[in-house]
């Protein structure tokens, strides 16, 4: 069976320092990779997503950006946080052209102070 | 006007109750359609997904798509304590690429 994995559960980072969320996949291969958040009483926003190894679409512009470099492994990043950051980081994983198909992870809540 | 629209709640009701949770499109392009469920601070998890119009049944729950309406709901049958959470509605499709669009989710609390 497949798992989707995140780390850290939670992150208080000052206004200004770097991030680095980390997701890995097991079970399945060559899967879509999306990274999204949530804001308190707010949908999903989708961030980055993911086809293959080194191929990043930015669906929002903004101070993060994502790599995948390893095919099971997406990495979102900021050289420098904003408060505005703050927010529920969502990894998934998700098969099929249509994205009707997505499986989350345990998230990530980060508090940029 | 947002492109899914769905009501945020809450929502209470008794144990054994029928819940009907709705949402709103704007986009006809949309083809496939999600529920998902989030426990409080969890990730959401995927319930059933339906293509096109139509009912689509699994257990206790039960998704309607209306694509003439826009429309799309999940029926909860004989709803349970354990059913409380965040229902999320999703949509995607040939809008270009990937993208699924989520509703902000609805909030249900059941009373045993």
């Known amino acids: 069976s497949q798992t989707i994995h995140q780390w850290p559960a939670t992150l208080v980072q000052p206004v200004g320092s770097p991030l680095s969320l980390e997701c890995t996949v097991e079970?399945?291969?060559?899967?879509?990779l999306y990274w999204y958040r949530q804001a308190a009483g707010r949908g999903l926003q989708l961030l980055f997503y993911?086809?293959?190894?080194?191929?990043i679409s930015s669906e929002v512009p903004q101070n993060l950006s994502a790599s995948r470099p390893q095919d099971r492994q997406f990495i979102l990043s900021s050289k420098k946080l904003l408060l505005s950051d703050s927010g529920f980081y969502l990894c998934a994983w998700g098969r099929g052209t249509g994205g009707y198909e997505q499986y989350f992870g345990p998230g990530t809540r980060l508090t940029v102070t | 006007q947002k492109e899914v629209e769905q009501d945020p709640g809450p929502l209470s009701v008794p144990e054994g109750a029928i819940v009907s949770l709705n949402c709103t499109y704007s986009n006809s392009a949309f083809q496939y359609f999600m529920w998902y469920r989030q426990y409080s601070r969890k990730g959401p998890e995927l319930l059933m997904y339906?293509?096109?119009?139509g009912n689509k049944e699994d257990g206790r729950f039960t998704a309607q798509v209306d694509k003439s309406s826009k429309y799309i709901s999940l029926f909860i049958r004989d709803s349970q304590p354990s059913d409380s959470a965040t229902y999320l509605c999703?949509?995607?499709?040939?809008?270009?690429?990937?993208?699924?669009?989520f509703g902000a989710g609805t909030r249900l609390f059941v009373k045993a």
């Open positions: 339906t293509y096109s119009s």
């Open positions: 999703a949509m995607s499709g040939n809008t270009g690429g990937f993208k699924t669009i």
């Open positions: 993911s086809v293959g190894i080194g191929q």
């Open positions: 079970g399945t291969s060559n899967p879509n």
